[in-house]
């Protein structure tokens, strides 16, 4: 079955450390590939997305993410996290036009900032 | 930047009664969706909608659930009669001509049902 999976539930990371957040996904050909941030009562930002070319793509914020198609795989980075990235957030796929533009979610990863 | 537009941004309804759920999505986009998302839980994917009708729709989105585009730039989530478990954040979202082009959420319309 096509699915999205971020297996890191809650992750708690030092204001100034590195951060990387985990993505893999399931399915036959390549998706399109998003990330989105969710602060706390709030909706959803597009950090980045990958469609094709690079595979390290450069977001908003300071984000970062890299696409290896081996590992299926689409994790999130941030070389020095801030107390403001402290937020929920979702790996999300799409498969075009030929499944109807959906995009699926997975259960998303919160991140907490210790100072 | 354009923006999705969610009105309102709280609704606090009572069991059995009909709520409808507005969005005004970017005014070029083709695409228009509904998704919701259950306290704690992921953002599950709704109903998608183009060219005036539902293209693809979710096992959650039954007869109770239903989608309009009344004039052109409303989009509107129907839901006939709530039940408890419909109290969830509901995310529109519109794209302009489909995955390529990036999906653009509103700030959502959180559901309570009592």
């Known amino acids: 079955a096509q699915s999205v999976t971020q297996p890191d539930i809650h992750i708690t990371v030092s204001e100034g450390a590195s951060l990387e957040l985990r993505c893999n996904y399931s399915y036959g050909a390549t998706p399109y590939l998003f990330w989105y941030v969710q602060s706390p009562g709030q909706g959803l930002q597009l950090l980045l997305k990958?469609?094709?070319?690079?595979?390290l793509v450069q977001g908003i914020k300071g984000f970062e993410a890299e696409f290896k198609r081996s590992q299926s795989s689409f994790n999130l980075r941030k070389p020095s996290v801030h107390w403001s990235d402290a937020a929920e957030y979702f790996c999300?796929?799409?498969?075009?036009?030929?499944?109807?533009?959906?995009?699926?979610f997975g259960g998303g990863t919160r991140v907490l900032v210790k100072p | 930047e354009p923006e999705v537009t969610q009105t309102p941004s709280h609704q606090v309804t009572q069991m059995g009664q009909e709520v409808i759920l507005r969005c005004v999505p970017i005014s070029n986009h083709l695409y228009f969706y509904w998704y919701r998302q259950i306290l704690g839980q992921k953002v599950e994917f709704l109903v998608s909608?183009?060219?005036?009708?539902?293209?693809?729709k979710s096992e959650i989105f039954d007869d109770q659930f239903s989608v309009e585009r009344p004039d052109g730039s409303n989009f509107t989530l129907k839901i006939r009669s709530t039940k408890l478990e419909d109290s969830a954040m509901y995310f529109c979202?519109?794209?302009?001509?489909?995955?390529?082009?990036?999906?653009?959420f509103g700030s959502g319309t959180r559901l309570t049902v009592v």
């Open positions: 999300a796929v799409a498969l075009g036009i030929a499944a109807g533009n959906k995009l699926t």
């Open positions: 909608f183009y060219n005036n009708e539902i293209s693809e």
């Open positions: 979202a519109s794209t302009s001509s489909g995955a390529g082009y990036g999906y653009t």
């Open positions: 990958y469609f094709s070319g690079d595979t």
